[in-house]
């Protein structure tokens, strides 16, 4: 089962070493992670999405919580959550079909963040199956470039994390 997990950490140097070395000497493996400040500088969020069965999970989360560097942990998989991934996709476009993928980006509330000779790069921000649901689409047009980061989360509405 995949997992996603919220987990406020010291913003030092070393720390996302620390907490990704315990998980993968565990034999996990981390599908997604991604690290950033927040609103506090002295603290950073990550959001790790993993693939364990309840029992690994809950021995990660133990684990995890005896890192000196680690302030909380909080797991999103069932939870109320907003989730979000960015993606950059570079396509194919020569002049007579740049108004079809124009169209594709509109309809996804996309934005085209460079226009070149032949290309439109094409940013894009969403769930994991609107993001897919762009991909396919513009796989007929020829991707020459794709990057996405990974997913990041937080808890609807009043909730702590």
């Known amino acids: 089962m ?4 919220s987990v406020l950490v010291e ?3 070393g720390v996302l070493s620390r907490v990704t070395g315990m998980i993968s000497r565990r034999g996990f493996n981390i599908e997604s992670l991604t690290v950033a ?5 002295t603290l950073s969020r ?6 364990a069965d309840e029992v690994s999970f ?3 989360t ?11 942990i909080s797991d999103l998989t069932h939870s109320d959550a907003i989730e979000r991934e960015l993606v950059l996709f570079k396509v194919q476009a020569p002049p007579e079909r740049r108004h079809e993928i124009i169209e594709i980006a509109g309809i996804f509330r996309a934005n085209i ?9 094409i940013e894009a921000t969403g769930t994991a199956s609107k993001l897919d ?8 047009y020829g991707i020459k470039q794709l990057t996405r980061t990974g997913k990041i989360a937080m808890s609807r509405g009043a909730h702590d994390q």
């Open 11 to 13: 913003n030092k140097s």
């Open 133 to 140: 649901a762009m991909e396919d689409l513009f796989r007929s």
């Open 58 to 60: 809950e021995q990660i």
């Open 62 to 72: 133990k684990q995890l919580h005896k890192l000196v560097a680690v302030y909380k």
């Open 2 to 5: 995949i997992h996603i997990l």
């Open 46 to 51: 990550m959001t790790i999405i993993v693939e």
């Open 37 to 41: 400040p927040t609103e506090d500088e």
């Open 113 to 121: 963040v460079d226009v070149g000779k032949n290309t439109l790069t």
